[in-house]
């Protein structure tokens, strides 16, 4: 048995529950088999209707949850860095174990290599490391992001806003780090509040410092709509000034519903919806069966993320015993866990890297808003 | 239990209600009885237990979900001094839950480490109990940590009070939420403060993590005690939250029966009468606030252990009220009431609303999203709860009087009213 | 205020070079504050006119929240938590019958009969739902203490983030709706005002007059008025107190509904704990202009919201603007605790 924990209370309710409803679709679609085990799927929910959001005893109590399931092998998530923070060192002292988790979404470069003091030796009391993510993270993003801006859109003023929440404040951080170093000028980083109206003010400040691109750090869920509104009302289009965002802008209907969200150019480490969806593969028929069962897209572009986590999880029970020291040994012994394009649900390859546990695919892909979708527009290198 | 006031005259008349001796007993012993059965059932019975009976009391009674609520326990026994005793109303009591944390986070992790770049080669441990690797930084032991919380909550909660006592009972609720919305903010922004921002007093958003594991001290000496309380010790934490929660509920017994704890609830029935009797309203209602407050630190350091960190997302304006809702579902001022409201409504918030979800969609077939319907049920908990039982599970005798009186009718209330209307009168010509 | 009185009566042979104090550092506070908006608007005149017409959008609306708030709050003295979620609800529904029904996206004609449509069943709705849950709640607890309704309106805050949690409301995430004026504004010389701002001031300023009115001139303000200062009082001399505690929590859902309008035609943008944080920086407002006072209300609205504005562009960033709005509270209860407008004395409603 595997096991997804996610919030599915509160602001972050619609993407956790497509992402669950995702990974059913996948597992029904390979039979819930892995090799010679068959897998089932528990779902832990780790928010409360009190906080509205995830919440940290939720999160420490599903580790123990985890641990304590005899038969449960693996987890994949959380959505939130700060609830994976706290679960991780838990899962990796397991007596069976460590216990593996695979993230969709936890992108806090802390959680698998040196970041800040004492990472990420702290998520790791046991001496070995169980924790793999199928995302980049932020660090990666926000340096192709600025790459990118620096190279394709020749800018030189840029002003960082980032949503005050981990996520947010690394890609910003990662964002501005480069830009620095490959000269472009940050004229500001600043922490926007998501229960804020409206931005005009801080866009009007913005505005006297005429910046010619602005960088979104933080998740479209966090009144993204409303700062993109605010933003071209106040400093025009995102022609004129342009605005640069993160994958936690990406793979929301409703931002591509937006018109000002034309010319919005997001990284994406993967390849965007409607790439899968022409290119044949796991990842279009798992999109084409969603849409049928739902009548909808993912609300989410970490759904598939979330599919690419449970594959990680699937081959590594495979080639596993079944135990969960077996699984977790399989992604951090040898040569680590491979999915291969044609099969990945990000259509591209996942290599997990068994000495950090970070996937390899470290290329992203820059895309456009244009006329509702979000298009590709390029393929960013990272060094 | 930190400001004992003068009071030059005992309000004799208001001595509390008589707790009949029997209950007094009853109930005290009732709780050891639970927390015995629930420790010997968890450390010996369950482990021998076949795996259906295992993994059923997991669902239904998961220890992490039992610890958590017990601390909720200790949060709302803090709030029900304010509150029930003292009648102040409180609507940031969340901030000390996060002092309480964060002095955790300081004294008890590697975070102080990174508060300014100086500071980076300190390490101080003071009977600490590091996680292996993490011995820089700052290291008390997880008891002396507790006093230095309950202290510094105290004295959080006296700065908190001191601007409020001119305030009648709205106004000082206002208050109280003002600095419940500000702590947390800075909590959250406390990551570039100071000059230059060099600064970084809370890590933000990403918090503090871990914080250290509880010794236990001489009593590993005991054969399978364990040394530290690591993260599967669930059933020995639950000795160390128990007691302490038993400790604070002995403090809220023993203190209502003195003193201070008569002066609190003068001022919760009439301020005006009490002030004429001698009682110093400044003082009485500042150590009320301190009194409070410090529950709230033991509190909070308990949960920096409990979750094994600290995180500024946690301290919200609804974990206040759902405190409050603790509170008073509990029964304001009963000190059993609150423990089991708390005990109830936190076991409801983590395990049972879901698991009722399981069994209804089990039992109907169903396949109801119960997790998109908490807020509902939730709410409509509340509202029943206040229409149908406002004095809450177990009330107070004393306010069970007030509460109780029936709805009255026109006639009737006029003059069950005049006396208050001729109090106003006079209150208000003495203000002219 | 009768232990206030007391309370300061009792002191004040010993505290009386205390208490000039204490009013010598808040006018000194407040002093300082103006010097520094004053200080900007010298040096970043055209800047600091802008925030100041981005605050006055956004106070406008805290404005009209705050409104309803004062309201019921100054008949039953009722905290009503669940104002500001009836306030998200409004803008849901507003947002349902603009868009979803009428496609309102521009200025015309059809959008405008639209936009009254929206208008006329928000304020209705928001109306009739405050009623029903005065009727079926809070008229029980009338004789209880101030807790019992508190949490009441806790609890129905939640149901109704609940309700505004479905699919076909908001969801759990914030939906955009297109709004009849988008962006658009005109300039007066180098600064931009929006279209939407002058037309949330436009509606909440007749809407003050308007409620004054009724409050001061009308048979049911009047009854209003006694039934906030003595219910027994009122009841004897012939008012129905129901009747007028139900007038007036429908006079403050109907408000609730305009402000859900607006809100939605301003912003553009609805999340289902909306509320919670508005309905809170209305609170603030409402008690900064002296609760229970209607003037005071939309004053405290604006101030805060300019404040808010300033803040957001030339002083401490967005980050701090909730520590800012609650300092800014805090100041006040110590220095004056009955509000800018209010004053011991005055009448209530």
Redesign the interface.
Known sequence: MISTDLPLQ??????STDTNNLIELYLDSIDHKAGDYTVELKKYDNST?AA?QWDEATCAANAQEHVATANEVAVMGEFNSGCTKLQVPVLNQDPDGPMLQVSHASTNPGLTKAWEQGEPEKYAPSGVKSFARVVTTDDYQGTAAADFAKEDLKVTKCYILND?QTYGQGIGKAFQAQAEKIGIQILGN????P????????F??I??LSPDCIYFAGIY?N?G??LL??K???LGDNEKVKTLSPDGWTGYP?LD??KEAEGLYATFAGLASEQLAEQEGAAADLLKSFEEKYGMQP?TSYALYGVAGVQVILEAIEKSDGTKKGVRDAVFEGDGITIPAEESATGKEIHIDPASGDTTAKDISVLQEQDGAQKFLKAQPVE | MTTTPEITTPPKELKPAKVGSRSSIAWPLGFLGVAVLIFVLNQWILPEASADVQSGFREWLPMSAVNEAVLWAIFALGLNIV?GYSGL?DLGYVAFWGIGGYVAGWLMAPFANQVAPQWNNLKISVWGHPLPGQDYGIHLNFWLVLIIAAVVCALAGVVIGA?????????L???T???G??LP??F??GERVGPNGAWNITNGTKGITPVDQIGTGPFQLIPGVPDLLGPFDLTWKFIVYGGLLALAMFVSLRIREGRLGRAWLAIRED??AA?MMGVP?MRTKLSAYAVGASFGGIGGVCYATHVGGVLADRFT?SVS?IL??MV??GG?GNVWGVTIGALGLAWINSTGLSKFGDVYNDVTGGNVNFA?????I??????L???FR?EGLIPETRTKQ??Q?P??G?IE??GA?MEG?A??TA??G??K | ??????????VKPRRLPREIALTLTGYTLLALVLLWALFQLIT?P??FA??FI??L??GA?FALIALGYTMVYGII?L?NFSHGDLFMLATVLSGIVCVSWFSVDSFTLGAVGAVALALVLAMAAAAALNVAAERI?YR??R??????????A??????????G?R?FMT??????WSTMF??DGFNIGDI?V?YTTVIVIAVTIPLLLLMVYIVQRTRAGKAMRAVAQ?Q??A??MGIDVDRTIAFTFAMGGALAGAAGLL?LQS???S?Y??G???G?IA??AA?LGG?GNLQGAVLGGFIIGIL???N???GL???????VV??L??LL??FK?EGILGS?TTEKV
């Open positions: 509160g602001a972050s309710a619609d993407a209707a509205g005050n600043e922490a926007y509040d229960k804020q109206p409206n931005y005009t003010a801080v009007n400040k505005k006297s869920d009144n709509g409303q509104k605010d071209v009302a106040v409703d519903e937006q609300r | 509150v109303l601007p409020t006592l001119r305030l009648k009972s709205d106004y609720a206002l208050v939420l003002g600095f919305e500000i903010e800075v959250r922004n301020e005006l002030s309203l304006f009220i409050l809702a008073v579902l304001m998109s319907h908490n807020f509902l939730f709410g409509a908990v509340l509202v709860f206040m229409l406002r007030v509460l009186e709805e009255r026109e209330s006029l009213e209307t109090e106003d209150a208000e003495a203000h | 205020m009768t232990q206030t009185a007391v309370a300061a009566s009792e970043k055209t800047e802008q925030l981005a605050g959008g956004n609306l003295e905290i709640a029980r607890l004789r209880a203490p101030k807790l019992a309704p508190l949490i009441t806790v609890g129905l805050s939640f149901a109704y983030q609940w309700f949690q699919q969801g759990s995430t914030s939906k955009q988008g962006s931009r929006p003595d027994d009082a009841r004897l809100y912003i553009g943008t999340n704990n909306l919670f944080r508005l809170l609170f603030v008690v609760i808010q504005g300033l957001d562009g030339l960033g967005q980050q701090w603007s909730q520590t609650f300092a509270l805090i209860m110590v605790p011991p």
